[in-house]
């Protein structure tokens, strides 16, 4: 078990002369909606070398509509990536604010524009125009001033799926199959989780990035609907468990949610182990406040070959949300560590 220290550097200037042992870590974050754009928040604060590789299963909001109407890719985690790496000046921070605006129809009125985001819609032009989903989220970067590239996990959209045992009418349990990522969030304990095609094609670009990366954050994040799925795919499942690169876990905050209810810090580690048996971990990091039993939590965090290191890293509020600057220190003294 590890503890954190040691200040939060800046980056230092691109072109700045010094050692191997002072270049900035390149760094692949993985994961979907608001957990993965926690860590990016943080290690955009410690590396321009970053590459958020993101879920593409929403299916919800404005993104399911979209993908529905469209057929293209949701673009509403991605967007949520794109706008955690914005350069922080005036201009960043205000097209930052231009891709998270929803529109929100006049009492009374409709509108076919109603809760969708701007930021959804601008991605979905520079698709259409450009005729390719890499080089569209490039442009949308380049317009952020967003520090670091923003990827999708496949190159088509993805369904997950999964079981969850329901109650029946003589006193026991069946089985009822749950259909995307809406629903799966809300479904409870889930089993048998699954994404559709089972076979998708991972983005190329995402697998190249995961292949070069120093780091891998996985986490934080909805554990089965934005942090499983980079296990499920074959692809990126493979690529994942052979890159020469050092693999952080990021643990949540809350752990018994909708989607994980009843679930222990040391379930979430034994549901990775369970898809994925041949994916190992170096760090574990997780907030002690979290961690209701550390003994078990250590030794679940064993059976996938990791190390736990125990930092605060939640903000000073109710709801359970990382702190950037708090978490930026912890995933330094990790790399530092190495």
Request: hydrophobic share 40%; with cysteine; net charge negative.
């Amino acid at each position: 078990m590890g503890v954190l220290t040691g200040p939060l550097p800046l980056i230092p200037p691109k072109g700045t002369p010094g050692s191997q042992k002072d270049k900035t870590p390149s760094v692949v974050a993985l994961g979907g909606g608001h957990g993965l754009a926690a860590s990016l928040s943080a290690l955009r604060l410690l590396t321009s070398e970053l590459t958020a590789i993101v879920t593409v299963a929403d299916d919800g909001g404005s993104s399911g509509r979209l993908r529905e109407q469209y057929g293209v890719l949701p673009p509403g985690d991605l967007r949520m990536a794109l706008s955690a790496l914005c350069d922080d000046t005036d201009w960043g921070r205000t097209w930052r604010d231009v891709m998270q605006h929803r529109f929100k129809a006049p009492e009374g009125r409709e509108s076919p524009l109603d809760n969708h985001a701007m930021g959804n819609l601008l991605i979905m032009t520079l698709w259409e125009l450009l005729g390719d989903t890499v080089a569209g989220l490039k442009w949308a970067g380049a317009l952020l001033g967003a520090r670091g590239q923003v990827l999708p996990m496949s190159s088509v959209p993805l369904t997950i799926e999964g079981d969850v045992r329901v109650p029946l009418a003589d006193g026991s349990y069946g089985v009822q199959t749950i259909s995307g990522q809406a629903k799966c969030a809300v479904a409870g304990s889930l089993e048998d989780v699954r994404l559709i095609p089972q076979d998708a094609p991972a983005c190329t670009d995402a697998l190249t990035a995961i292949e070069l990366a120093d780091w891998i954050i996985l986490g934080p994040g909805s554990w089965y609907t934005s942090v499983l799925p980079h296990l499920l795919l074959p692809e990126m499942r493979q690529a994942l468990v052979g890159t020469a690169a050092k693999r952080c876990l990021t643990m949540n905050l809350a752990m018994d949610t909708k989607e994980t209810s009843g679930m222990s810090a040391a379930d979430h580690l034994d549901a990775l182990r369970k898809y994925a048996p041949e994916f190992s971990v170096d760090v574990v990091l997780a907030d002690p406040e979290s961690v209701s039993d550390t003994a078990t939590f250590e030794k679940a965090a064993g059976r996938i070959g990791a190390e736990v290191v125990f930092g605060r890293v939640g903000a000073s509020r109710r709801r359970p949300v990382h702190d950037p600057l708090l978490l930026a220190a912890a995933y330094h003294d990790i790399f530092g560590n190495s």
